[in-house]
């Protein structure tokens, strides 16, 4: 298995405090990315990076905020959580845009 | 933009059938078509891909078909067996953009 991890796995939080959640891989692999996943809805991109310092928007931005200061560390922030954003996340990489991506184990974010 | 629209969304049938899911999608520019399988409680994995110069790929009980012009693609499983029930996940487009996914049953 591709070399990733994602921290924490599971998380309770309260509204309205910021959490980050963070994903680390060891294969070197310049894409990233952060989803969520609701059940209805499959699994829909927050974010995602194409490099150091370099990311963008996905389908459901509005709330998240991501940071990627060293080619291993991918950083998903909520700035103030709402129970809207309970949801499992899942980090993933990918070695290009044309390659498969790869997994971490998914972390479960409830927000009461 | 990117858009993937999968169909159905729950599939139920019998070990040993045959098992058909198909995705269409909206950007033309696209050529790396990925399918995913997560079981119960577990993370996505990577079953088949098709790239745009192809028009089908096979991997012992799985395949997928592509059709650019139409615009979509499908994911085929044959003689299917208990251990197939998951749900399945398309993908597509720079960004990965993934499809609703599709709960399959295999009775027993």
């Known amino acids: 298995d591709a070399g990733i991890t994602q921290s924490p796995r599971h998380k309770v939080t309260e509204t309205g405090t910021p959490v980050t959640l963070r994903c680390h891989q060891t294969e070197n692999h310049r894409y990233m990315y952060w989803y969520r996943q609701d059940p209805g809805h499959g699994l829909r991109l927050i974010h995602y990076?194409?490099?150091?310092?370099?990311?963008d928007k996905g389908e459901v931005s509005d709330g998240y905020s991501v940071s990627r200061s060293k080619t291993e560390d991918f950083l998903l922030t909520l700035e103030s959580a709402t129970s809207s954003q309970t949801s499992v996340y899942f980090c993933a990489i990918g070695a290009g845009t044309n390659s498969p991506l790869h997994f971490g184990n998914g972390t479960r974010l409830t927000v009461t | 933009g990117e858009n993937v629209e999968q169909h159905p969304s729950t599939l139920s049938v019998q070990e040993g059938d045959s098992a058909v899911i198909k995705c269409t999608y909206s950007?033309?520019?696209?050529?790396?078509f990925p399918w995913y399988k997560q079981e119960l409680g577990k993370r996505p994995q990577l079953i088949i891909d098709?790239?745009?110069?192809?028009g089908e790929k096979k991997d012992q009980r799985i395949a997928v078909t592509l059709n650019k012009t139409a615009k979509h693609f499908s994911l085929h499983i044959t003689e299917t067996q208990p251990e197939d029930s998951a749900v399945y996940f398309c993908?597509?487009?720079?960004?990965?953009?993934f499809g609703a996914g599709t709960r399959l049953f295999v009775k027993a």
């Open positions: 990076s194409y490099g150091v310092k370099d990311t």
């Open positions: 098709i790239r745009s110069n192809v």
């Open positions: 950007d033309s520019a696209s050529n790396y």
């Open positions: 993908a597509e487009g720079f960004k990965t953009i």
